[in-house]
Antibody, heavy 117, light 112 residues
Framework: EVQLVQSGGGLVQPGGSLRLSCAAS????????MHWVRQGPGQGFMWVSG????????TYADSVKGRFTISRDNAKNTLFLQMNSLRVEDTGVYYC??????????WGQGSLVTVSS | DIVMTQTPLSSPVTLGQPASISCRSS???????????LTWLHQRPGQPPRFLIY???NRFSGVPDRFSGSGAGTDFTLKISRVEAEDVGLYYC?????????FGQGTKVEIK
């Protein structure tokens, strides 16, 4: 059974930092792209970042480029999102999402990030 | 960025009756590898989303066969042949053919 278990998140002041983690199991994590997607409060979805299986190729939404860093540890089947210089508009629920069908239909359970003074 | 537009935004349906949701993309979604990465998601209130359909018409494992996807080019459709109570919630189309992934606004399916 595929599982994506997230940790991290919380309340942070503007300009602060947070790190999200996503532990994967039930599929060959190291073979596939992985992504982070944000759902703003009462809003739709915004793709944030993706990382290729090699852990080297990464891509970001323009709004987070230079502030967020996606990474992965294939030995530990874990995906990360380091978020620096956080802004109020970064507030939302962040989901870990598999980038391939083999990763199953489920997203991570979500991590609430609230940026507020 | 590719803009995804869904209609309707709300769909009240009688149990056992069909429902249909349309999704239009602002440009074609055919990837350089020939595949079309048009995906449908379902989100129940208070829960994370779950994938339903991938590459226009393929159901993920565990998705009931009352769900079907179709379309080509820039026009796509999700159909529920007979709506059940567990089908309520928000449905989104999403394109993953080009970065950034982009999503439709969502269609709320509710029981009349």
């Amino acid at each position: 059974e595929v599982q994506l278990v997230q940790s991290g998140g919380g309340l942070v002041q503007p300009g602060g930092s947070l790190r999200l983690s996503c532990a994967a199991s039930g599929f060959t994590f190291s073979d596939y792209w992985m992504h982070w997607v944000r759902q703003g409060p009462g809003q739709g979805f915004m793709w944030v970042s993706g990382i290729k299986s090699d852990g080297i190729t990464t891509t970001y939404a323009d709004s987070v480029k230079g502030r967020f860093t996606i990474s992965r540890d294939n030995a530990k089947n874990t995906l990360f999102l380091q978020m620096n210089s956080l802004r109020v508009e970064d507030t939302g629920v962040y989901y870990c999402v598999p980038g391939a069908v083999a990763g199953g239909r489920d997203w991570g359970q979500g991590s609430l990030v609230t940026v507020s003074s | 960025d590719i803009v995804m537009t869904q209609t309707p935004l709300s769909s009240p349906v009688t149990l056992g009756q069909p429902a249909s949701i349309s999704c239009r993309s602002s440009q074609g979604l055919v990837h350089s590898n020939g595949k079309t990465y048009l995906t449908w998601l379902h989100q129940r209130p208070g829960q994370p989303p779950r994938f339903l359909i991938y590459e226009i018409s393929n159901r993920f494992s565990g998705v009931p066969d009352r769900f079907s996807g179709s379309g080509a080019g820039t026009d796509f459709t999700l159909k529920i042949s007979r709506v059940e109570a567990e089908d309520v919630g928000l449905y989104y189309c999403m394109q993953a053919s080009q970065f950034p992934w982009t999503f439709g606004q969502g269609t709320k399916v509710e029981i009349k």
